[in-house]
């Protein structure tokens, strides 16, 4: 099942390693007389490792402590608390630092997502109070041909969108280095699968040179793509796609709006739905989708017009089209860094951001950018819907989904104020002041995890400029409602987020599997 909804519906984490040599030597007690005291110094009261790239490690920096005491100093523990807490590991332990002596505090970084990353280091110790170090760093774009440039801005010309996120691929004809066209603002969708074009975009030169697809009898093959609030409809052709520095030759993808078979839409495609089969339409000049499966339909599509056509240029009937005749999964056609994708995206302020620039890192532990970050968790997914569990408000949501394609959080909540039928954000909620609150993912192999958001009246506190907004949330529409909750874009906001496609192995989970 595709999930989408465009237009006006649809931090860093700090990877440390603490390692504590016990050192010490000679002793050496109080004057005679005195009260012996320990006490403690550190050579640094702050650690910065400046800009590191996502997915590696920076060298280890060292905070030595010192007894500057009459007493042997005991350290009972060192923490790392903050936005990284999560992402360290404490390797040994100090217990006893004699008098003069000195013992050693080796910390890296390791961040996984993009922008400004900062956490303490807390010692406890014998000599009172515990002695703090402030951590930062920050997280860059991971850098390689296994990478694309993602923005979240306006959209194309003409179109006024709300958190998507978008990549430029580049569509050529079947094996043409030259005869080649790089289409920018195509949605990067983790809710879907398989490339989508719009008519109009490409110029006629590339357009012409693609090789449509026919079926028994010569007819073209077509499709229907339902997402939750509209429907695109075109003809399937054969094109080369490169994304960042890498090419999947002989590639479906479907070119949406062709105006050959605009009149044609079966009743149980449109449905009672919105076309979306023009850029204004769309928001977006194409669609890349990278969820988690192969095809975007599987191998049990419906035959009753909603999925796969066969048309000819006065009639359609539905079609069973085999997996192999099906739009694909473009990462999956790479010759390497074909197993998922991973999402890189920077923090945005309460008050949104005029736009936001990130990463989608092709393949996943296949180079030394894309290896699962230390501190990830893996959650295994419903093997044919690619779902998991979210609970959420006394609700078990088992229709559950991170997608990049929505444009906020979508859930079902009574409690919540909806925006105004007038209002430009009528399709989302409008609280009279921020609600704090979470919902609880749970992964088929058993991994829980809470996660914290805010809803807010994005007419209260979006500028008029944002185009990247953290706290944008509205009720869902469409089927299964009461079954999901749509964790969209926000979500993946100062996060990076492993999408394993089906049959891939990331750490010891078979996919479809996310991590984050």
């Not at 993912?441 to 809470?450: D, E, L, S």
Request: glycine share 12%.
């Amino acid at each position: 099942m595709i999930t989408r909804h465009t237009g006006v519906l649809r931090a860093a984490s700090l990877a440390l390693l603490v390692t504590l040599a016990d050192c010490g030597g000679g002793g050496g007690g109080g004057l005679a007389g005195s009260n012996p005291m320990p006490g403690i110094s550190v050579s640094s009261m702050s650690l910065s490792f400046g800009d590191q790239l996502t997915g590696t490690t920076a060298a280890q920096q060292t905070v030595t402590v010192t007894n500057t005491g009459t007493a042997s100093l005991t350290i009972s523990g060192v923490t790392i608390t903050g936005s990284s807490a999560s992402a360290f590991a404490d390797s040994t332990q100090c217990s006893t630092v004699t008098v003069g002596n000195t013992c050693s505090i080796g910390v890296t970084f390791t961040p996984v997502a993009l922008g400004a990353a900062s956490a303490t280091l807390s010692i406890a110790s014998s000599a009172g109070s515990p002695t703090t170090v402030a951590l930062s760093g920050s997280g860059s774009p991971a850098a390689g041909s296994n990478t694309l440039a993602t923005i979240v801005d306006g959209g194309p010309p003409n179109t006024s969108v709300i958190n998507i996120l978008y990549a430029t691929v580049t569509v050529c004809a079947p094996g043409s280095t030259t005869t080649c066209y790089p289409v920018d603002h195509v949605q990067v969708d983790t809710g879907s699968v398989g490339f989508r074009v719009l008519t109009g975009v490409l110029p006629n030169s590339v357009a012409s040179a693609l090789t449509p697809v026919t079926v028994a009898g010569g007819n073209a093959l077509v499709e229907c793509t339902q997402f939750v609030d509209g429907y695109s409809w075109g003809p399937i052709d054969v094109a080369d796609l490169t994304m960042g520095g890498e090419t999947a030759p002989g590639v479906r993808i479907q070119i949406i709006g062709d105006p050959t078979y605009a009149n044609l839409v079966p009743a149980a495609c449109s449905n009672m739905l919105s076309a979306e089969n023009s850029v204004m339409q769309f928001g977006a000049n194409g669609i890349i989708g990278v969820g988690n499966f192969l095809q975007d339909c599987g191998p049990d599509c419906y035959t009753d017009g909603s999925a796969y056509n066969s048309c000819s240029t006065t009639a359609c009937t539905g079609y069973a089209a085999t997996t192999d005749e099906q739009v694909p999964n473009p990462v999956g056609k790479l010759a390497s860094d074909n197993n998922g994708v991973v999402i890189q995206l920077p923090p945005v302020p309460e008050a949104g951001a005029a736009t936001l620039s990130g990463t989608l890192v092709l393949g996943i532990g296949t180079q030394s950018n894309n290896g699962l970050a230390a501190g990830a968790t893996v959650y295994e997914l419903e093997p044919n819907s690619g779902t998991f569990v979210t609970v959420f408000g006394g609700q078990t949501l088992s229709l559950s989904v991170a997608d990049t394609g929505s444009n906020g959080y979508f859930f079902p909540n009574s409690s919540i104020t909806p925006c105004g039928k007038t209002d430009p954000f009528y399709t989302f909620y409008c609280p009279a002041s921020p609600v704090e609150t979470s919902g609880t993912i749970q992964g088929y192999n058993g991994t829980v995890t809470p996660v914290k958001f805010t809803v807010t009246d994005p007419d209260a506190t979006l500028m008029l400029t944002a185009t990247a907004a953290p706290d944008l949330a509205g009720p869902l529409i469409g089927a299964e409602t009461m079954e999901t909750f749509d964790w969209g874009l926000p979500f993946f906001f100062g996060r990076t987020v492993y999408f394993a496609f089906q049959n891939s192995t990331v750490g010891t989970i078979t996919g479809p599997s996310i991590a984050f």
